[in-house]
Protein backbone atom coordinates (compact mmCIF):
# COMPACT_ATOMS: atom_id res chain seq x y z
CA UNK A 1 0.00 0.00 0.00
CA UNK A 2 0.86 3.28 -0.68
CA UNK A 3 2.63 5.81 2.00
CA UNK A 4 2.29 9.71 1.95
CA UNK A 5 4.74 12.61 2.89
CA UNK A 6 3.80 15.76 4.38
CA UNK A 7 6.23 18.76 5.03
CA UNK A 8 4.48 21.64 7.66
CA UNK A 9 7.58 24.60 8.07
CA UNK A 10 5.44 27.08 10.50
CA UNK A 11 6.55 29.85 12.53
CA UNK A 12 7.12 27.93 15.18
CA UNK A 13 8.38 24.09 14.15
CA UNK A 14 10.14 22.48 11.17
CA UNK A 15 8.24 19.04 10.66
CA UNK A 16 8.05 16.10 8.37
CA UNK A 17 5.66 12.93 8.62
CA UNK A 18 4.69 9.81 6.91
CA UNK A 19 1.23 8.39 6.68
CA UNK A 20 1.57 4.34 6.21
CA UNK A 21 -1.66 4.26 4.54
CA UNK A 22 -2.00 0.44 5.15
CA UNK A 23 -1.32 0.56 8.64
CA UNK A 24 -2.70 3.80 9.35
CA UNK A 25 0.02 4.62 11.13
CA UNK A 26 2.08 8.00 11.35
CA UNK A 27 6.06 8.22 11.34
CA UNK A 28 7.58 12.04 12.63
CA UNK A 29 10.24 14.03 12.82
CA UNK A 30 9.99 17.86 13.71
CA UNK A 31 12.24 20.30 15.61
CA UNK A 32 11.34 23.60 16.94
CA UNK A 33 12.98 26.64 15.29
CA UNK A 34 15.53 28.39 17.80
CA UNK A 35 14.15 31.38 19.43
CA UNK A 36 16.69 33.82 21.45
CA UNK A 37 16.26 34.11 25.52
CA UNK A 38 13.35 37.27 25.94
CA UNK A 39 12.22 36.89 22.65
CA UNK A 40 8.67 36.20 21.44
CA UNK A 41 8.98 34.53 17.79
CA UNK A 42 11.30 35.35 15.06
CA UNK A 43 10.99 37.84 12.15
CA UNK A 44 9.81 35.60 8.81
CA UNK A 45 13.40 36.06 7.13
CA UNK A 46 14.90 34.37 10.41
CA UNK A 47 12.47 31.66 10.06
CA UNK A 48 12.96 30.83 6.49
CA UNK A 49 16.37 30.87 7.33
CA UNK A 50 16.11 28.27 10.12
CA UNK A 51 13.60 26.30 8.23
CA UNK A 52 16.29 25.87 5.50
CA UNK A 53 18.84 24.73 7.42
CA UNK A 54 16.61 22.27 9.79
CA UNK A 55 14.12 20.40 6.72
CA UNK A 56 17.01 18.13 5.41
CA UNK A 57 18.08 17.20 8.83
CA UNK A 58 14.35 16.73 9.99
CA UNK A 59 13.89 14.43 6.26
CA UNK A 60 17.27 12.66 7.21
CA UNK A 61 16.11 11.44 10.75
CA UNK A 62 12.48 10.49 9.56
CA UNK A 63 14.13 8.45 6.43
CA UNK A 64 16.59 6.71 8.79
CA UNK A 65 13.70 5.69 10.71
CA UNK A 66 10.97 4.33 7.95
CA UNK A 67 13.68 3.14 5.06
CA UNK A 68 13.05 3.04 1.58
CA UNK A 69 8.99 3.83 1.05
CA UNK A 70 6.60 3.59 -1.82
CA UNK A 71 5.88 7.26 -1.75
CA UNK A 72 2.24 8.07 -4.05
CA UNK A 73 2.17 11.63 -3.38
CA UNK A 74 3.31 14.29 -1.63
CA UNK A 75 2.24 17.52 0.63
CA UNK A 76 2.83 20.30 2.26
CA UNK A 77 1.04 23.38 4.27
CA UNK A 78 1.67 26.38 2.11
CA UNK A 79 -0.76 28.91 4.06
CA UNK A 80 -2.03 29.65 7.42
CA UNK A 81 -5.57 29.86 6.41
CA UNK A 82 -7.55 28.83 3.31
CA UNK A 83 -8.39 32.65 3.08
CA UNK A 84 -7.72 35.46 0.65
CA UNK A 85 -4.49 37.07 1.57
CA UNK A 86 -3.25 34.08 4.21
CA UNK A 87 0.39 34.16 3.21
CA UNK A 88 3.81 33.54 5.46
CA UNK A 89 6.92 33.04 4.14
CA UNK A 90 8.04 30.27 6.34
CA UNK A 91 5.81 28.24 4.75
CA UNK A 92 7.54 28.51 1.13
CA UNK A 93 10.31 26.26 2.64
CA UNK A 94 8.10 23.12 3.08
CA UNK A 95 6.57 23.72 -0.39
CA UNK A 96 9.42 24.32 -2.74
CA UNK A 97 10.89 20.48 -0.90
CA UNK A 98 7.61 19.38 -1.92
CA UNK A 99 7.32 20.75 -5.49
CA UNK A 100 10.86 19.79 -6.01
CA UNK A 101 10.12 15.82 -5.04
CA UNK A 102 7.23 15.76 -7.03
CA UNK A 103 8.80 16.81 -9.95
CA UNK A 104 11.84 14.28 -9.60
CA UNK A 105 9.40 11.40 -8.81
CA UNK A 106 6.38 11.92 -10.89
CA UNK A 107 3.86 11.58 -7.86
CA UNK A 108 1.15 14.48 -7.47
CA UNK A 109 1.90 17.30 -4.82
CA UNK A 110 -1.62 18.46 -2.39
CA UNK A 111 -1.30 22.23 -1.34
CA UNK A 112 -3.21 22.75 1.83
CA UNK A 113 -3.32 25.30 4.85
CA UNK A 114 -1.64 24.81 8.11
CA UNK A 115 -4.92 25.01 9.52
CA UNK A 116 -6.20 22.01 7.85
CA UNK A 117 -3.15 20.03 8.53
CA UNK A 118 -4.10 20.87 12.39
CA UNK A 119 -7.52 19.40 12.55
CA UNK A 120 -6.36 16.76 9.94
CA UNK A 121 -4.26 15.64 12.91
CA UNK A 122 -6.42 16.35 15.40
CA UNK A 123 -9.20 14.18 14.05
CA UNK A 124 -6.33 11.27 13.27
CA UNK A 125 -5.24 11.14 16.57
CA UNK A 126 -8.87 10.84 18.17
CA UNK A 127 -9.51 7.81 15.39
CA UNK A 128 -12.75 10.26 14.31
CA UNK A 129 -11.62 11.06 10.34
CA UNK A 130 -14.16 10.24 9.45
CA UNK A 131 -16.13 13.64 10.82
CA UNK A 132 -14.51 14.84 7.37
CA UNK A 133 -17.89 13.38 5.40
CA UNK A 134 -20.35 15.98 7.70
CA UNK A 135 -20.18 18.92 9.84
CA UNK A 136 -18.63 19.51 12.73
CA UNK A 137 -17.01 22.20 14.72
CA UNK A 138 -13.26 22.94 15.21
CA UNK A 139 -11.77 25.20 17.60
CA UNK A 140 -7.68 26.14 16.29
CA UNK A 141 -6.31 27.66 19.32
CA UNK A 142 -2.28 28.07 18.95
CA UNK A 143 -0.02 31.12 19.03
CA UNK A 144 -0.96 32.74 16.18
CA UNK A 145 -4.89 31.58 16.24
CA UNK A 146 -8.22 31.57 18.61
CA UNK A 147 -10.83 30.32 16.27
CA UNK A 148 -13.84 28.72 16.05
CA UNK A 149 -14.94 27.28 12.67
CA UNK A 150 -17.18 25.56 11.24
CA UNK A 151 -15.84 22.97 8.65
CA UNK A 152 -18.26 21.14 5.88
CA UNK A 153 -16.79 18.40 3.23
CA UNK A 154 -15.18 20.11 0.55
CA UNK A 155 -14.29 18.01 -2.46
CA UNK A 156 -11.43 20.91 -3.55
CA UNK A 157 -10.05 21.62 -0.10
CA UNK A 158 -11.73 18.19 2.23
CA UNK A 159 -12.55 21.07 4.28
CA UNK A 160 -14.52 24.04 4.00
CA UNK A 161 -14.18 26.11 6.95
CA UNK A 162 -16.23 29.33 8.15
CA UNK A 163 -15.57 30.99 11.16
CA UNK A 164 -17.75 31.28 13.94
CA UNK A 165 -15.57 33.84 15.96
CA UNK A 166 -12.12 34.29 16.51
CA UNK A 167 -9.99 36.54 19.24
CA UNK A 168 -10.20 40.43 18.00
CA UNK A 169 -7.03 41.21 19.74
CA UNK A 170 -4.63 39.26 21.66
CA UNK A 171 -4.29 35.26 21.25
CA UNK A 172 -4.61 32.33 23.07
CA UNK A 173 -1.02 31.36 22.91
CA UNK A 174 0.39 34.82 22.73
CA UNK A 175 -1.25 35.31 26.07
CA UNK A 176 0.37 32.07 27.42
CA UNK A 177 3.63 33.00 25.59
CA UNK A 178 3.86 36.55 26.70
CA UNK A 179 2.25 35.98 30.31
CA UNK A 180 5.25 33.19 30.23
CA UNK A 181 8.13 35.66 29.11
CA UNK A 182 6.79 37.76 31.47
CA UNK A 183 7.77 35.04 34.45
CA UNK A 184 11.06 34.53 33.21
CA UNK A 185 10.05 31.10 30.96
CA UNK A 186 11.51 29.88 27.86
CA UNK A 187 9.66 30.83 24.55
CA UNK A 188 7.73 28.80 23.39
CA UNK A 189 6.00 28.80 26.87
CA UNK A 190 3.18 26.57 27.09
CA UNK A 191 4.41 23.73 28.96
CA UNK A 192 6.50 25.22 31.13
CA UNK A 193 3.27 27.59 31.93
CA UNK A 194 1.36 24.67 32.94
CA UNK A 195 4.16 22.94 35.01
CA UNK A 196 3.66 26.50 37.25
CA UNK A 197 0.58 26.17 37.16
CA UNK A 198 -0.35 22.50 38.55
CA UNK A 199 1.65 23.96 41.17
CA UNK A 200 -1.26 26.71 42.19
CA UNK A 201 -4.24 25.52 44.67
CA UNK A 202 -5.81 28.49 44.21
CA UNK A 203 -9.16 28.73 42.52
CA UNK A 204 -10.00 31.72 40.26
CA UNK A 205 -13.51 32.53 39.08
CA UNK A 206 -11.98 33.30 35.63
CA UNK A 207 -14.42 35.36 33.02
CA UNK A 208 -14.52 35.41 29.64
CA UNK A 209 -14.70 38.71 27.73
CA UNK A 210 -17.24 38.20 24.23
CA UNK A 211 -18.37 39.78 21.91
CA UNK A 212 -21.02 37.66 20.04
CA UNK A 213 -19.03 34.52 18.90
CA UNK A 214 -15.62 36.60 19.12
CA UNK A 215 -13.23 36.88 22.44
CA UNK A 216 -11.14 39.77 23.51
CA UNK A 217 -7.75 38.59 25.38
CA UNK A 218 -5.69 41.41 25.14
CA UNK A 219 -6.98 42.38 29.05
CA UNK A 220 -5.65 38.78 29.95
CA UNK A 221 -1.99 40.08 29.52
CA UNK A 222 -2.58 43.26 31.21
CA UNK A 223 -4.12 41.25 34.53
CA UNK A 224 -0.65 39.15 34.40
CA UNK A 225 1.35 42.02 34.28
CA UNK A 226 -1.07 43.47 37.24
CA UNK A 227 -0.53 40.20 39.02
CA UNK A 228 3.15 39.92 38.45
CA UNK A 229 3.94 43.66 39.75
CA UNK A 230 1.63 42.78 43.00
CA UNK A 231 3.91 39.97 43.62
CA UNK A 232 1.21 37.64 42.87
CA UNK A 233 3.49 34.19 43.00
CA UNK A 234 3.99 32.78 39.10
CA UNK A 235 1.96 30.06 40.18
CA UNK A 236 -0.73 31.79 40.74
CA UNK A 237 0.14 33.96 37.71
CA UNK A 238 0.31 31.22 35.35
CA UNK A 239 -3.09 29.42 36.88
CA UNK A 240 -5.28 32.50 36.07
CA UNK A 241 -3.84 32.68 32.49
CA UNK A 242 -4.93 29.23 31.76
CA UNK A 243 -8.57 29.25 33.50
CA UNK A 244 -9.17 32.27 32.06
CA UNK A 245 -8.31 30.80 28.26
CA UNK A 246 -10.16 27.78 29.63
CA UNK A 247 -13.39 29.74 30.45
CA UNK A 248 -13.12 31.68 27.14
CA UNK A 249 -12.86 28.70 25.01
CA UNK A 250 -15.90 27.00 27.04
CA UNK A 251 -17.78 30.64 26.52
CA UNK A 252 -17.38 30.43 22.81
CA UNK A 253 -18.05 26.71 22.15
CA UNK A 254 -21.49 27.49 23.64
CA UNK A 255 -22.45 29.95 21.84
CA UNK A 256 -21.34 27.85 18.44
CA UNK A 257 -23.56 25.35 19.61
CA UNK A 258 -26.33 27.91 20.43
CA UNK A 259 -25.96 29.02 17.27
CA UNK A 260 -25.08 26.24 14.81
CA UNK A 261 -26.73 23.38 16.84
CA UNK A 262 -24.54 20.30 18.57
CA UNK A 263 -22.36 19.14 16.54
CA UNK A 264 -19.44 16.82 17.24
CA UNK A 265 -16.34 19.31 18.86
CA UNK A 266 -12.64 18.92 17.87
CA UNK A 267 -10.00 20.84 19.53
CA UNK A 268 -6.52 21.23 17.48
CA UNK A 269 -3.59 23.25 18.22
CA UNK A 270 -0.44 23.61 20.28
CA UNK A 271 -2.25 25.73 23.51
CA UNK A 272 -5.14 22.56 23.41
CA UNK A 273 -2.37 20.05 24.56
CA UNK A 274 -2.75 22.40 28.42
CA UNK A 275 -3.63 19.88 30.58
CA UNK A 276 -5.71 22.36 32.67
CA UNK A 277 -7.67 23.83 29.37
CA UNK A 278 -8.53 20.38 28.16
CA UNK A 279 -9.82 19.42 31.50
CA UNK A 280 -12.17 22.10 32.28
CA UNK A 281 -13.67 21.86 28.18
CA UNK A 282 -14.14 18.25 28.93
CA UNK A 283 -16.19 18.97 32.29
CA UNK A 284 -18.27 21.38 30.04
CA UNK A 285 -18.37 19.11 27.06
CA UNK A 286 -17.38 15.27 28.00
CA UNK A 287 -17.86 14.09 24.24
CA UNK A 288 -15.19 16.36 22.49
CA UNK A 289 -12.33 14.76 20.89
CA UNK A 290 -9.01 16.31 21.48
CA UNK A 291 -5.60 15.36 19.66
CA UNK A 292 -2.83 13.70 21.92
CA UNK A 293 -0.25 16.19 22.57
CA UNK A 294 2.42 15.38 19.74
CA UNK A 295 -0.70 15.54 17.10
CA UNK A 296 -1.68 19.41 19.33
CA UNK A 297 1.26 21.35 18.42
CA UNK A 298 2.84 22.22 15.43
CA UNK A 299 3.08 19.03 13.19
CA UNK A 300 3.03 17.45 9.62
CA UNK A 301 0.95 14.75 10.62
CA UNK A 302 -2.08 16.34 9.37
CA UNK A 303 -0.56 17.14 5.88
CA UNK A 304 0.28 14.04 5.29
CA UNK A 305 -3.23 12.96 5.86
CA UNK A 306 -4.48 15.46 3.52
CA UNK A 307 -2.56 14.22 0.57
CA UNK A 308 -3.51 10.36 1.71
CA UNK A 309 -7.29 11.84 1.41
CA UNK A 310 -6.98 13.69 -1.72
CA UNK A 311 -5.06 10.66 -3.17
CA UNK A 312 -7.58 8.41 -2.51
CA UNK A 313 -10.50 10.58 -2.05
CA UNK A 314 -11.49 8.73 0.79
CA UNK A 315 -13.17 12.30 2.06
CA UNK A 316 -16.29 12.52 -0.78
Known sequence: MPDFLGIDTSNYTTSAA???????????????????????GLRQSDAVFHHTKQLPEIIEKLFNQ????????????????NIQGSYMPCFLCGE????SYSAINNIPMYSTSHQIGHILAALYSADKLDLVRGKFIAFHISGGTTDCLLCQPDRDNVLNITEIGTSLDLKAGQAVDRTGVMLGLKFPCGIELEKLAMKSNKKFKAKAVLKGGNCCLSGLENKCRDMINKGESPENTAKYCLDTIAETIVSMTGYAIDNYGKLPLVFAGGVMSDYIIKEKILSEYPDAYFAQP????????GVAIYGYLKNTEKYI
Not at 66 to 80: D, E, L, T
Not at 96 to 99: A, D, H
Open 18 to 40: LYISDENRIIQEKMLLPVKEGQL
Open 66 to 81: CGKRNISAVSASVRPR
Open 96 to 99: GLCR
Open 294 to 301: QFSCDNAA
